[in-house]
Structures are given as C-alpha cells and as structure tokens.
C-alpha cells in the first residue's frame, strides 16, 4: 500500500481548521477554475472566492465541515491529509451543489449572507453550475489512484445517487400519523447523511480498514446526519440568522414539513388542531409565522425535535467509539460532532 501512515497519531496534536482549509480550498479553487468560464464564476461566487462583478471576495469559503471530518477520521487511521485530499474536496464541491439547488427549490435568496447565486446569475445557470460541481467532484474522485480507489468511487457515486432521491423524497414529504416522521427519517438518511457516511468511512477505505470499522464510521455519519438536520429544522424556526445567514422561519413560509412540524401537525389537542387549520392558510405574515411557530411549541414540535436529535447525535458519538480510531481522533471528532449540530464555536 503507498499511503504514507503518520507516526504517533495518538499524541500528535489535532488538526487544526487552517490545515483543512489550507490543504482542500487550493484544490477547490484550481478545479473550478478549469470549468467553462460563465460556470467558474457563478461557481465560484457561490464558494466566496469572488463578488457578482468577478473581483477576490472576502465572502468565506464555508466551513469545509465535511473535508474536516473526513481528514479528522484519516488522522485517526494514521493517513495524512494529503492522502484523502481529493476526496474531501470532491465532498465538498458535492455538498455546495446540493446549496445552489436548494436554495432555487427553496427560492432562498440568501447564502451565507449574501444574494444567493441563482438570485445573482438566474435559475437556469445556477442549476447549470450546481451540475457542474456533481460533476467536477465525481471526476476528481474517478481520477485517484491510491489505495482503495474503486471502492471510494463506488461509495461516491452512492452517495450522489442517495441525495438526489433524498431530495426528491423531500418534496413528496405528506403530514399523517408516524408515517410523516418515518418519511422524514428516510429523507434525511439520503440527504443529509449519505455525504456524512461518505466522509468518514473514506478514510477507512483508504487505510484498508476491516468491515467493522467501516460500518462503525458508516453508522457515525448516519446518525449525525439525522442530528444535524433535525438541529437545523429547529434552528429554521427559532435560532438565530446572524448565525445561520439566512432569514428565520423560511421553511414555514414555505410550509416545508420540517420534523418539528410534523411532530406538531400529528399532535392530539387544541394546539396541534389550530397549527393544522393555520398552516393551509396563505398567509406569510411575521404574524401569521410568529403564531405558527408558538403553536409548534405548544403542540411539543420543538421539544421532541429536540430531544431526537440529541439522541442521534448520542447514537453517533456511540458508534464512533466502535471504530477504534486513535484516542485522540476520537476526542477531536466527538467534539466536531458537537459543534456541527448544536453551532459551538
């Protein structure tokens, strides 16, 4: 096997975001770069590297959470960053697609505290760009040759398939008694997790790990997944836009059957039969938002939101500890776990 293995990877200090950053951001943006020029720069404003007029842009590049884990998990399996280094750039140009067409399903006009690209460049073009990055991903992954490579492309190529049924999934989600929330569950599985499992079992792939390790890191992703999605339902509702830059309760004024919404809809009682009558209502008054959100409260939508994704984010933790990554991986990963669901730090 040519992958070089680090030494001492239980006393080695964690790896820092500036190392992440420093070692898939370059490849990101040569990559783009190569695309046809109207692609690369609506690719590349979605990304932060430049303003709508082509000019270096100080916008932020995201958090690269996923190329983190991923590199976090290799640390872990005694690989360098360097050894999964297009990998985790290539999830995270897959990740940003799944942005650029959200964000025209959802008509979302802002990303990250701007104009969201669709709003800057069209519709058509954004989904154009968001192809494109499928597309430079699943060919950066195809191009490696190290250790494992058949296995990681197949994965890679699940993991793309598994979002796009999870998207679609999303948008056939119906209210009903158990059957809203198993729907939902099913969802998140393939949009939201699938690129997590992809991002920490890769590493394993490329170390040659056994298949219990893999199913361990697999079960991770999965479970964070669900965490990380359920959190962000809540968080549509009730956080805060200084932290998610978007504004709050764009997915009741879409009516998107969030998971605290389904709890609530399916809920006995005066709450839960007054959210039905209002949520088919027209209205997208901060109102009218303002009084469907109390009622999810009132109905336990946000209670059991989450409550749930405390126990994903538990059962994830618990599965991590299952794949025998060095100490301190572990610990750097149960952290970043943390962090991603409930926005620490």
Request: aromatic share 4%; with cysteine; hydrophobic share 40%.
């Amino acid at each position: 096997m040519s992958t070089h293995v680090a030494a001492s990877t239980g006393s080695r200090a964690l790896l820092s975001p500036r190392v992440v950053r420093s070692t898939v951001v370059p490849v990101i943006r040569h990559q783009v770069s190569a695309l046809e020029p109207t692609l690369a720069r609506i690719c590349g404003y979605h990304l932060g590297f430049i303003d709508e007029h082509g000019d270096p842009s100080s916008g932020g590049d995201g958090k690269l959470t996923r190329a983190g884990l991923m590199m976090a998990v290799a640390d872990g399996v005694g690989l360098r960053p360097e050894d999964v280094q297009s990998q985790a750039a290539a999830v995270e140009l897959l990740h940003n697609a799944t942005l650029l067409h959200d964000d025209i399903a959802d008509t979302d006009e802002l990303r990250r505290g701007r104009a969201a690209a669709w709003k800057v460049f069209g519709v058509s073009l954004a989904i154009h760009a968001g192809n494109a990055l499928q597309a430079l991903g699943l060919q950066m992954v195809v191009d490696d040759s190290g250790p494992g490579h058949q296995k990681i492309a197949r994965s890679f190529a699940e993991a793309l398939s598994l979002v796009h049924a999870g998207q679609a999934r999303e948008l056939a989600l119906r209210p009903g008694p158990g059957s809203g929330t198993a729907a939902y569950e099913q969802m998140v599985k393939e949009k939201a997790s699938a690129l997590l499992e992809f991002s920490l079992a890769t590493p394993a792939l490329r170390a040659e790990k056994p298949e219990n390790v893999l199913t361990a890191l697999r079960g991770a992703g999965r479970h964070l997944g669900i965490a990380l999605q359920i959190s962000n339902d809540v968080e549509d509702i009730w956080g805060d836009p200084a932290m998610t830059g978007k504004p709050l309760r764009g997915d009741l004024k879409r009516r998107n059957l969030t998971f605290p919404v389904l709890v609530a809809l399916s809920a006995d009682g005066p709450a839960g039969n007054r959210l039905n009558r209002l949520w088919h209502a027209d209205s997208t008054t901060e109102t009218h938002l303002q009084s469907l959100a109390d009622l999810i409260d009132e109905a336990g939508g946000r209670h059991s939101a989450q409550q749930l994704s405390r126990q994903h984010l538990d059962s994830a933790v618990e599965h991590l500890g299952r794949a025998g990554l060095s100490p301190a991986a572990t610990t750097e990963l149960t952290t970043l776990f943390d962090r991603i669901v409930n926005r620490a730090a």
